[in-house]
């Protein structure tokens, strides 16, 4: 595994079902979310930017996650807030998928800050 020093464990592929993001701790941090979009996996962080709401327990529509508080909504490859009242970007943190399991670079997230 000499590719994946820096990179995380987040959960195997087959525990993320498309369509249904999946909340993982990490010891240490806040909760993190993985999502699989068809074949691609994307970790995000799993707390709303807009407040305390947890990602997971919202609903993908489209390529993006709405947030189950105020229905504000993210572009989950980029991050960028895309519905009011989200309007600061959610980190997107780098993934590799490797065999059956999905790692990322939890030091190396990025946001899109693109208003809405
Ligand atoms: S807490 Fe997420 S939109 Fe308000």
Redesign the pocket.
């Known amino acids: 595994m000499s590719n994946s020093k820096s990179m995380t464990f987040i959960a195997r592929t087959g525990d993320v079902e498309p369509g249904c993001p999946l909340q993982v701790h990490i010891s240490g941090r806040p909760p993190i979310a993985v999502v699989r979009l068809a074949d691609e996996f994307f970790v995000i962080n799993d707390t709303?930017t807009?407040?305390?709401?947890s990602l997971s327990e919202g609903d993908i529509i489209d390529g993006e996650i709405e947030?189950p508080?105020?229905?504000?909504r993210f572009d989950i490859r980029t991050g960028a807030a895309t519905m009011f009242?989200?309007v600061k970007a959610l980190t997107v943190y780098p993934v590799k998928v490797e065999d059956d399991q999905v790692f990322a670079a939890l030091d190396a997230g990025a946001c899109a800050d693109t208003p809405v």
Do not use: R
């Open positions: 709303c807009h407040g305390e709401a947030c508080f105020h229905s504000g009242p989200c």
